[in-house]
């Protein structure tokens, strides 16, 4: 029996989500779990890997396992078996071994990295197993929220009982809610976001770091750096933190990689070497939401 027909009619409800990005996605997820009926609504045409690595910690990684997500997901984590704080010279200042064992043993599930397309594509997998349904190149025009329903820019009208709003930073349901320009604020910090795979390094001290999952902090005056395997221990996650020097109104910008090694020239050797295989790096803003 199908998970809808599993629900009675009158408890099953219709929702529309805005957005299908990894929120949006997962809430489909949820939903559809529990027998209503999906649908979500994506401006882009098609949905591409967009995006680096990303840090899973057990209480998502169990949701993850909870949703059944297929198996070569899982296949492509990287679960790092240490962890390491260093002074932005290079003194290590925290340490810690078996760091996999550990988190395993106290939560019950795994503390894991992936490439965040790896995430996108297996929970839209998932989706679709779900009978959830997406409709891509469509952007969310107007939203009564008293019908629960959408208009899109194409001329369509999507009905629903209930609207899940998931269409990120520059939400246009927001919007649509406060009936108002409604746009993140910056948080004065911007960030280089770098990916290396081991294949590119010959540094046999700096492949051993990427096949052997781990995570490293290099904490440092007025910025820090992230850093951790991805893909099986295939690829290397590297992000810096700066202040942020990009103009008013511009989100990303190709940036100086001259530039950008410059200001970590005097950082921990090991970090100056990895950023020395950097061929091209971008200059991402970060954004946040103030309160309402």
């Known amino acids: 029996m199908r998970l809808v027909e599993m629900v009675p009619e009158e408890a099953r409800l219709r929702i529309i989500i805005v957005g299908a990005g990894l929120s949006g996605i997962a809430a489909a997820i949820s939903c559809a779990s529990s027998g209503h009926l999906v649908q979500v609504i994506e401006q882009a045409k098609e949905l591409a890997e967009v995006g680096a690595g990303l840090q899973i910690t057990p209480n998502a990684s169990r949701l993850l396992n909870h949703w059944q997500l297929p198996a070569s997901f899982w296949e492509s984590a990287a679960e790092p078996t240490t962890v390491t704080v260093h002074r932005y010279t290079g003194q290590v200042l925290a340490h810690e071994d078996g760091f996999h064992k550990n988190i395993r043993a106290k939560y019950n599930a795994p503390f894991v990295d992936f490439h965040r397309g790896d995430l996108q594509r297996a929970l839209f997998s998932r989706a679709n197993e779900l009978e959830v349904t997406f409709h891509l190149n469509e ?36 919007e649509c809610f406060f009936g108002q320009k409604d746009e993140p604020l910056p948080t004065g910090d911007l960030a280089y976001r770098i990916v290396l795979r081991a294949d590119q390094i010959s540094d046999p001290e700096l492949k051993a770091w990427i096949e052997n999952p781990q ?14 395997s991805m893909r099986g221990g295939s690829m290397f996650n590297l992000v810096l933190l700066v202040p942020d020097d990009l103009p008013v109104g511009v989100a990303r910008q190709t940036g100086s990689v001259d530039e950008m090694r410059m200001l ?14 950097v061929g091209h790096v971008d200059k991402w803003k970060l954004m946040h939401r103030g309160l309402h």
């Open 264 to 277: 970590f020239a005097d950082w921990d050797p090991i970090l100056t070497r990895f950023l020395s295989y």
């Open 139 to 174: 952007r969310a025009e107007t939203i009564n929220f008293n019908m629960a329903t959408v208009h899109t820019a194409a001329g369509n009208q999507y009905n629903g009982d209930l609207i899940i709003a998931a269409d990120g930073l520059w939400s246009r349901c927001r």
């Open 215 to 228: 995570v490293h902090f290099w904490i440092g005056p007025g910025a820090h750096v992230v850093a951790y």
